[in-house]
């Protein structure tokens, strides 16, 4: 029962880290002005990390005997050149991401796969840095 609900969440953080991956792909390519300078290489690194992020997360559900998905997560990724917007959806995807992580440490805890809990850590970490990134970015 834990594996099975482990996996489920763990295919939810895979389809938020599908989703980052073009969102910060995207803006990437957008950001205009000044910003542009800090900002496009911010979210290409965004991007990198997410894929990742993804494949790390792809290869515990196979460990764990499931099929992990291919679709992002469906909320809109919203076009806008505008920086700011860009960092208030950039803050929204992170708290997304970093609420699930949350929900799998709870989760791998209770499987006591020590490896598995380790790399998920480390993923749930970076987001809680990139979390902190944006907020700081966005004052």
């Avoid at 991956?21 to 990390?49: C, D, K, V």
């Avoid at 959806?89 to 440490?105: N, P």
């Avoid at 989760?107 to 902190?132: C, M, P, V």
């Amino acid at each position: 029962m834990i594996q099975n609900n482990l996996i489920k969440i763990l295919n939810e953080a895979l389809g938020w880290e599908l989703r980052a991956t073009n969102m910060y792909a995207h803006y990437a390519a957008n950001i205009r002005g000044i910003h542009r300078l800090q900002l496009s290489p911010l979210f290409t690194t965004e991007a990198a990390e997410s894929t990742m992020h993804g494949d790390i997360v792809r290869k515990a559900i196979v460990k764990l005997g499931g099929i992990p998905v291919t679709e992002r997560n469906p909320h809109a990724i919203i076009h806008t050149t505008k920086f700011d917007e860009m960092l208030v959806y950039s803050l929204e995807t992170e708290t997304q991401a970093a609420t699930v992580y949350s929900e799998i440490m709870i989760e791998l805890e209770k499987l006591g796969d020590q490896d598995l809990y380790d790399a998920i850590e480390q993923i749930y970490l970076a987001e809680l840095r990139s979390l902190e990134e944006l907020r700081l970015l966005r004052e």
